[in-house]
Every structure is written in structure tokens, then in C-alpha cells.
């Protein structure tokens, strides 16, 4: 502590010397200097010594492995003081500069994801909640309302939200077992609430403001793309054809002319036996669906479709994209507090481990979802030939736009709201009361008729019955 106190104290009669009259430091620092001498970025120091600080102190006496990943916490947030020095003399990058210039800021997030990954040990809480709290740091990557993230002031309080699940976690386990860790958990808790989160908000609400003369940060380039193909022969036959035509001005005797130079059948097609319409074996008298085969054969483009994904976005989201036969698709390490979204997986099959959220299948054909417990909702939009399987509880279920649902409920889910829209062929399978009995199933009506009564509509569904 006296050690960072006395660097901070060094610091500072460095930044004072600088900005002496008679004290001149070398051009090639010049900005820097001006730069470290923002509110924000004293503002930010006193972030790393009152917050930053506290929580390495905690760390160490723990040590181990909460003491190497605090240790990368740090690195973090002395890599983000950093950032915003260069901010000051950086133009706005694009997408691809961006992801440039937050390298060194993304090397810290991953080591600190890849030290929570793997076998899972004593201190696995720990170090979720260190790894999870740092993307809290990407707030700096904001650059308006159109570039896919919260503004920083909610990004960073969303980002906590995630981490938090695992660090009050902590709390509970060494409440009455060991204050340092407790001690540890606070102090993390502290760091962004109401640490960076008041600092974002005093000095960064809107974002980082960039330099408009500064350096240019850009992607490397790209190969060049190729030259397109050469106009093809028939283009210039075209043009000669054309270029041979009468001109209008020449009259109607020149068109005579041109026209009684070429013989009357030239240019056309001979019908042979096969093509005459007597001799055809799909044509027998009434209307043939033959023409239709012909167009339905037709090659057709292929839907563009993204690269598959499964991935957890920001620590809050898992997003399930354009999986296609895969059937052992699977999410072990999940949350109450985390999301899952589905959207054109065909002929794939999903297994949700944990209690999540919400769940929804949007756009997937001959999907199969497998879920434990869901805290929100289930829901399904614009699908066809699905299977769902509860095997907890799920307070709500929504099947909208769906063509063929097959949903497999558990006892602790009987008592779920089961709404539908616009869906057809939906069967739902109940435990039955015999334990050794088959699941029992329910078609769900979609047809319902609607009759005028007392003043109001009233809907009863449609019930077929045999003669």
C-alpha cells in the first residue's frame, strides 16, 4: 500500500514539474503529459488507489489463484488508463480499428476468462466473478446508439448484474468461514458499484469523446479484391446485330427490304413428332401439374445463412445460431440471470443444463430443445416441426406462428400458462397419474368458433366428434 502510495505521490510532482514555466518536457511526450493531466485520467487514478488498491490487498491475503486473477484485474485497469490517454490523441476508428484498439484491453478479458475455465476448483466462484466483472470494461468500446451496446453508465451496471450471481455467491459460502474472503467480495462489489460506475458516469455518460486530428487506427488491409470477368462474346454480338439494323430515318422501304432478304421460317424451330401435342403422354385431356414440375425442379438460390455459433455474449446472452444436424448441442455452465436465444438451427438438438432466464426458438425447423428450468418464459415464433422438453419448471410457455409443436412437460411444469398464436399440430404430453403408464397427450384446438351473446363475442375451440 505505502509502495503504490509513494509511485502515485512520484506521479504527481512528475505531472506538476511538467506543467512548471520553467520546466520543458521532451516534444515526443508532450501530449502524454497534457493527456495524464485530464480530470478524467486523475480521476481515474484516484479509481485504481481507492477501489483497484482495496481489492489487491483483499487478494493477497487469500492468495492462490484469487491472487493471480486480481493480479490480472489490475493489468486490466491499468490497461483502460491507457486506452483513454490514446483516446485524447485518436481519431474515431471504425469497426475494424476498433477491434485494434481494444487489443491489448481484450488480451486481459480473455486471460482472465481462460484462469476461470477448465477444471473447476475450490475458488471456481472467485474467479467467475473477477472474469465476469471485466467485461464491464468494454464500456469504453461505445460510440452512439447504433453500435449494439448499452450506453456505458447501464452497460457497466449490466455487466456487474452477471458477475455478481457468482460473487454473492462468495459472500454466502465464507460468511461465517473466513473474513478475507468476504473482505475480497465487498471490495470487488465496491470497484464497479458505485465505483466505475459513478466514474463513467461523472466523466463518460455519452462515451468516449475521440480526437478529431489525431492518429488513424485501422484493420489491417485485405487482400484486394479480383477483377471481375470480361464481357461475354454475346454482348458484342448484340451490338453488331443492333449496329446492322435499319435506322428509322432510312423508311419503311428499307424494313421491306430487310425483311424480304431473309427467308419467312429463318430463326425458328423445327417440331419434331414428340413435341406435338397429340403425341404427348402428359397431356390426357384434363389440366396437368406438369408445367408446375418444371418450375418447382428449377435450381433455386441458396438462403444465406451465417457462420454457426454458440457462444455467450457479454456474459449475458446465449446466442444459438445456424446449427445444422448437429445433435449434441449443449450449455453446462449457465445462470438464473442469463438469456437464451435460438434462431435458424435445422434438424439440431439443444440441451439447456441449469435454470436460465428465458428461452426463445425463433425461425428453426426440426428442432429439438431440452431445458431444465426457465424462470421467465419458453417461447417459439416462426417455426416448424419442433419437440420440447420441460424437465422442471417453466411458469410460461409461448408457441406463436408455429407449425407442429410436440411439448413434453414435467409434474413441477403442469401448472405453466400454455399461450398460443397462430400454431397448428401442437400436442402436448402430460406425466400420467400411473407411474408406469405412458405419457398421456393433448392436442391443443386451433380451430374455435365465435358467437354473439348478450352484448359480447364468445369463443369456445372446435370439438370434432365421430359419426
Avoid at 136 to 145: N, R
Avoid at 374 to 387: G, K, L, P, Q
Avoid at 409 to 438: F, G, H
Wanted: charged share 20%; net charge neutral.
Amino acid at each position: 500500500m505505502d509502495e503504490k502510495l509513494i509511485q502515485r505521490l512520484e506521479s504527481a510532482i512528475a505531472r506538476l514539474e511538467s506543467l512548471s514555466p520553467g520546466s520543458k518536457p521532451p516534444s515526443g511526450t508532450l501530449d502524454s503529459v497534457s493527456a495524464a493531466s485530464e480530470p478524467s485520467i486523475v480521476a481515474y487514478d484516484d479509481l485504481l488507489v481507492e477501489y483497484v488498491v482495496k481489492v489487491s490487498l483483499a487478494a493477497e491475503k487469500i492468495g492462490g489463484q484469487v491472487h493471480d486473477i486480481t493480479i490480472v484485474l489490475s493489468q486490466a485497469f491499468a490497461t483502460q488508463k491507457e486506452l483513454l490517454m490514446k483516446i485524447k490523441q485518436t481519431q474515431k476508428p471504425d469497426a475494424g480499428g476498433m477491434a485494434v484498439f481494444l487489443k491489448p484491453l481484450n488480451d486481459k478479458l480473455a486471460q482472465a476468462n481462460d484462469m476461470s475455465e477448465g477444471k473447476r476448483s475450490d475458488f471456481f466462484n472467485h474467479l467467475k466473478a473477477a472474469s465476469e466483472s471485466l467485461s464491464a470494461l468494454i464500456w469504453i468500446a461505445y460510440t452512439g446508439k447504433g453500435c449494439g451496446m448499452s450506453m456505458p453508465i447501464g452497460h457497466v451496471e449490466e455487466c456487474w448484474q452477471s458477475a455478481e450471481f457468482y460473487n454473492n455467491k462468495v459472500l454466502v459460502e465464507y460468511k461465517n468461514k473466513d473474513p478475507y474472503h468476504v473482505e475480497w467480495a465487498k471490495a470487488l462489489k465496491e470497484l464497479y458499484v458505485p465505483g466505475l460506475r459513478d466514474y463513467v458516469k461523472a466523466h463518460y455518460s455519452l462515451g468516449p469523446l475521440w480526437s478529431t486530428t489525431g492518429a488513424v487506427v485501422s484493420a489491417p488491409k485485405s487482400a484486394q479484391p479480383s477483377a471481375p470477368n470480361p464481357p461475354s462474346a454475346s454482348l458484342a454480338n448484340l451490338a453488331s446485330s443492333s449496329s446492322s439494323r435499319p435506322k428509322q430515318g432510312q423508311g419503311m422501304a428499307a424494313v421491306f427490304q430487310e425483311i424480304s432478304s431473309k427467308p419467312v421460317t429463318s430463326g425458328l424451330r423445327k417440331v419434331t413428332d414428340d413435341m406435338k401435342t397429340k403425341n404427348r403422354k402428359d397431356r390426357g385431356g384434363f389440366v396437368s401439374s406438369g408445367e408446375k414440375e418444371v418450375h418447382d425442379n428449377a435450381p433455386k438460390a441458396a438462403p444465406k445463412t451465417g457462420p454457426p455459433k454458440l457462444e455467450l455474449v457479454m456474459g449475458r446472452k446465449w446466442v444459438v445460431e445456424n446449427q445444422i444436424g448437429v445433435k449434441d448441442l449443449s450449455i453446462d455452465d449457465c445462470d438464473p440471470k442469463q438469456t437464451v436465444y435460438i434462431f435458424g438451427c435445422k434438424d439440431s438438438v439443444l440441451h439447456i443444463k441449469g435454470k436460465v432466464n428465458n428461452i426463445t426458438v425463433d425461425k428453426c425447423t426440426k428442432m429439438g430443445v431440452v431445458f431444465t428450468d426457465v424462470v421467465a418464459a419458453f417461447e417459439t415464433v416462426n417455426c416448424s416441426s419442433i419437440e420440447v422438453q420441460c424437465q422442471g419448471a417453466a411458469p410460461t410457455i409461448s408457441i406463436d406462428n408455429t407449425a407442429g409443436c410436440q411439448l413434453y412437460l414435467s409434474r413441477e411444469s403442469l401448472e405453466a400458462s400454455i399461450t398460443t398464436a397462430k400454431a397448428t399440430e401442437v400436442n402436448v404430453m402430460v406425466p400420467s397419474s400411473d407411474p408406469d403408464a405412458d405419457l398421456a397427450e393433448h392436442p391443443l384446438p386451433q380451430q374455435y368458433i365465435h358467437t354473439y351473446q348478450d352484448g359480447n363475442f364468445v369463443t369456445n375451440p372446435v370439438s370434432h366428434s365421430g359419426g
